[in-house]
């Protein structure tokens, strides 16, 4: 496997002439992710990097002549999803042209600083798309502590909660791509059949449990012919990039609708991403040994090992949740989780993915599925931090066991490492609206 490594595009030290990335913005000069976006008034979508409080076009500074890197990212079919596709080689490239660019103190940047205007954007002005058009999305289960927690409300002992399958197999799903949306657009209630408690027959009517999944989304940048499987030494090499994604579930559709073939419309009605795509080479300071197994564990199978991805192919990312209950002015954080509860790695998600054959395609999106910690106050769903001791979950004065209407949830992550400048994600923000009416007889 051959993850990017550390080179002078992370020196913390460097700063830029973009005054707002210095500080405390999550997109300092060593962040530089990747996103489409549009300008007011117009519906062209344009590949962008962010940094601090602005936003590079990167087909402007290409045609200023100061980026010739970017070429294989600024294809003109917006279905080639070119921005992630661009090989490793392209993207790493680009960073460093970009990082002398954008820094303060490099000559390089001269030239730079005085076409600002032709290229730079004020991140107010832009509106954030979802970064590809997603062709297939997947979600897994790599949530170790998620999964444990389901087993033991499902009556299962804490030494018997995981599945029998758990530890062997990185367990997914397909979902639809076509809900998946960026930041900031509201989420409808979904209307849905559900049985209530005690009742002998279902209802279709809103969901009554509306809940959200604190998930990593990891984007694919790579196509591979069908009947072509991902090599575990080579899955790293797949991946784009990384942004925060909020599986919404309505835990009522999706517990009656689940049995035999798992989730459906419980989850399907939306699914929320951050729009800046923060690139392996950015993260390549921020990296883990795989998570620790236990003696009793059993390895997991050759197509899933690798050495380098034992050694380093987790994330050193630190989550937060923050609900800002419907009438209040304020968001209160409620949880915060790290990237280390995952039991398998990126690497090994997408080789699992790609093991049977199926093909990939840039701009693929896979979540990890949820990522709940160990302790009480680390859940990633509000269905891990309800039990009997804690009936509710407190946001302020506000309290929930599911999402109400008017509720706005966000998702921040970081990654932090001493000597090393701290890089965000930004936010994954979604704000629950009523369910539509419906046409049917509801609950
Ligand atoms: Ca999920």
Same mark, same amino acid.
């Given at each position: 496997?051959?993850?990017?490594?550390?080179?002078?595009?992370?020196?913390?030290?460097?700063?830029?002439?973009?005054?707002?990335?210095?500080?405390?913005?999550?997109?300092?000069?060593?962040?530089?992710?990747?996103?489409?976006?549009?300008?007011?008034?117009?519906?062209?979508?344009?590949?962008?990097?962010?940094?601090?409080?602005?936003?590079?076009?990167?087909a402007a500074l290409a045609q200023a002549?100061?980026?010739?890197?970017?070429?294989?990212?600024?294809?003109?079919?917006?279905?080639?999803?070119?921005?992630?596709?661009?090989?490793?080689?392209?993207?790493?490239?680009?960073?460093?042209?970009?990082?002398?660019?954008?820094?303060?103190?490099?000559?390089?940047?001269?030239?730079?600083?005085?076409?600002?205007?032709?290229?730079?954007?004020?991140?107010?002005?832009?509106?954030?798309?979802?970064?590809?058009?997603?062709?297939?999305?997947?979600?897994?289960?790599?949530? $170790?502590?998620?999964?444990?927690?389901?087993?033991?409300?499902?009556?299962?002992?804490?030494?018997?909660?995981?599945?029998?399958?758990?530890?062997?197999?990185?367990?997914?799903?397909?979902?639809?791509?076509?809900?998946?949306?960026?930041?900031?657009?509201?989420?409808?209630?979904?209307?849905?059949?559900?049985?209530?408690?005690?009742?002998?027959?279902?209802?279709?009517?809103?969901?009554?449990?509306?809940?959200?999944?604190?998930?990593?989304?990891?984007?694919?940048?790579?196509?591979?012919?069908?009947?072509?499987?991902?090599? $575990?030494?080579?899955?790293?090499?797949?991946?784009?990039?990384?942004?925060?994604?909020?599986?919404?579930?309505?835990?009522?559709?999706?517990?009656?609708?689940?049995?035999?073939?798992?989730?459906?419309?419980?989850?399907?009605?939306?699914?929320?991403?951050?729009?800046?795509? $923060?690139?392996?080479?950015?993260?390549?300071?921020?990296?883990?040994?795989?998570?620790?197994?236990?003696?009793?564990?059993?390895?997991?199978?050759?197509?899933?090992?690798?050495?380098?991805?034992?050694?380093?192919?987790?994330l050193d990312l630190a989550?937060?949740?923050?609900?800002?209950?419907?009438?209040?002015?304020?968001?209160?954080?409620?949880?915060?989780?790290?990237?280390?509860?995952?039991?398998?790695?990126?690497?090994?998600?997408?080789?699992?993915?790609?093991?049977?054959?199926?093909?990939?395609?840039?701009?693929?999106?896979?979540?990890?599925?949820?990522?709940?910690?160990?302790?009480?106050?680390?859940?990633?769903?509000?269905?891990?931090?309800?039990?009997?001791?804690?009936?509710?979950?407190?946001?302020?004065?506000?309290?929930?066991?599911?999402?109400?209407?008017?509720?706005?949830?966000?998702?921040?992550?970081?990654?932090?490492?001493?000597?090393?400048?701290?890089?965000?994600?930004?936010?994954?923000?979604?704000?629950?609206?009523?369910?539509?009416?419906?046409?049917?007889?509801?609950?």
């Amino acid at each position: 496997m051959t993850l990017p490594s550390i080179d002078d595009t992370h020196d913390q030290t460097r700063s830029s002439w973009v005054e707002s990335a210095n500080g405390h913005s999550s997109f300092p000069l060593q962040n530089l992710p990747l996103g489409m976006f549009t300008l007011a008034g117009a519906s062209t979508p344009r590949a962008g990097v962010a940094i601090g409080d602005s936003v590079v076009d990167l087909a402007a500074l290409a045609q200023a002549g100061l980026l010739p890197e970017a070429a294989p990212m600024l294809d003109g079919d917006p279905a080639a999803n070119a921005l992630l596709g661009a090989a490793p080689e392209v993207r790493s490239a680009v960073r460093r042209r970009l990082c002398d660019l954008l820094d303060a103190g490099k000559p390089a940047s001269d030239a730079a600083r005085k076409r600002a205007g032709e290229f730079l954007h004020d991140a107010s002005a832009c509106r954030m798309l979802v970064p590809a058009r997603i062709g297939s999305y997947s979600d897994f289960n790599a949530g $170790i502590f998620h999964s444990a927690r389901g087993g033991m409300r499902r009556g299962r002992s804490r030494e018997e909660a995981l599945l029998p399958n758990y530890r062997h197999i990185p367990i997914g799903y397909h979902g639809r791509a076509s809900s998946v949306c960026v930041s900031d657009t509201p989420v409808r209630r979904p209307n849905g059949q559900f049985r209530l408690p005690d009742a002998d027959a279902p209802v279709f009517g809103p969901s009554r449990k509306l809940d959200f999944e604190l998930e990593l989304g990891i984007w694919l940048g790579r196509n591979t012919e069908l009947g072509e499987p991902v090599s $575990i030494e080579e899955a790293a090499t797949h991946i784009a990039g990384y942004s925060l994604l909020n599986d919404w579930s309505a835990r009522d559709i999706q517990s009656w609708e689940s049995e035999r073939l798992g989730p459906f419309l419980g989850k399907s009605f939306g699914t929320t991403v951050s729009p800046w795509v $923060i690139t392996p080479e950015a993260l390549a300071p921020f990296r883990l040994p795989a998570f620790e197994r236990s003696g009793t564990d059993p390895r997991p199978l050759p197509y899933l090992l690798d050495e380098e991805d034992q050694r380093q192919g987790s994330l050193d990312l630190a989550f937060e949740v923050w609900l800002r209950p419907a009438g209040a002015n304020e968001a209160v954080r409620i949880s915060h989780s790290h990237a280390r509860h995952l039991y398998w790695t990126p690497a090994q998600i997408v080789a699992h993915q790609a093991s049977n054959g199926c093909n990939l395609r840039a701009g693929d999106l896979l979540g990890t599925g949820t990522i709940t910690g160990p302790g009480h106050d680390n859940f990633g769903t509000f269905l891990d931090a309800i039990d009997a001791q804690h009936p509710v979950v407190r946001a302020g004065a506000a309290e929930r066991t599911f999402l109400h209407d008017g509720d706005e949830l966000t998702l921040t992550a970081h990654a932090r490492r001493e000597g090393f400048a701290t890089i965000g994600f930004g936010h994954c923000r979604g704000a629950v609206v009523p369910a539509a009416p419906t046409k049917y007889r509801t609950a």
